[in-house]
């Protein structure tokens, strides 16, 4: 389909709500000291555990170099290490270091605007927040596929578990 | 608000719908050997038929620098011209030349995957598409302002006047 009244519509509305979940990830992750890829994969590694390069690049979305550069930094900055498997010495696994998961654990305080207004706007229209996910889910099922989707509603399920542990660190 | 459970699944699957987006629009724009933010821009000074860096910086969500270094390359490969507005010579604004134009009205006809995704989604869930356009306008306005919004409103009501136009062009 050509692009049409309501796609120009929709186009630049999208792009406008990308901009701001953009801006404010990459503000948060600034304020310490990571980029939004950096921030991005730590938590990433973090939910996962381990995870190959291959994992982080489908669930993150990331093309593999993208990965291979960013884990190349955090090793740098002493956030994560990457190990070789001992059944299969082929693969390689990324885990969060000491200091890495201190890091991660940082930025789970960081607020988001958007999520603020999304909850306000939530709270005049419910019920709309189960549409809207379902809309999102379908949409990055067909053009993501299901890895990344399973991934997104698995570690959801696992989030508050995984969250509230490493709070009591 | 801080980072939750239900904003990590917003964060992901927004993230991967403006990814969908985001890579659509660099590929249509590559393939008519523009960048997506060339074709973006010369899509704003069409609808606006002439434009100040300002107006193009605010309804094109770019930042101004951005916008200025955008403006020399279209410059560059002869698809717009920069002028002194007559009445205030510290105005400068941005028309499309006659071959801009032509490579304008080219990037109609580009589809997008997405769109056809939408109304496909739309078919299923009638009443939806109102809802997410409700809920993105609102959004934008929040953070992005009320010119923008506005921009997007009126250019829409007028997308088939001017775009059908163009076509018999």
Known sequence: MTVSRNNHLLMNYIRGMAK?????????????????????IMWIVYLEEKASISRIAKVGLWDRSTVMQVIKRLVGKGYVKVLKDDRDLRVSYVILTEEGKVKRQQTQKESFELFDFIEEYQKKNPGFMEQLVSF?????????G????????TTTKEYDIKTSASGKA
């Open 146 to 153: 299901d890895e990344f989707v399973d991934w997104v509603e």
């Open 20 to 40: 701001t979940l953009e801006e404010e990830w990459q503000t948060s992750a600034r304020d310490l000291g990571l980029t939004l890829a950096e921030q991005h």
């Open 136 to 144: 999102h889910r379908e949409a990055n099922r067909h053009f993501h």
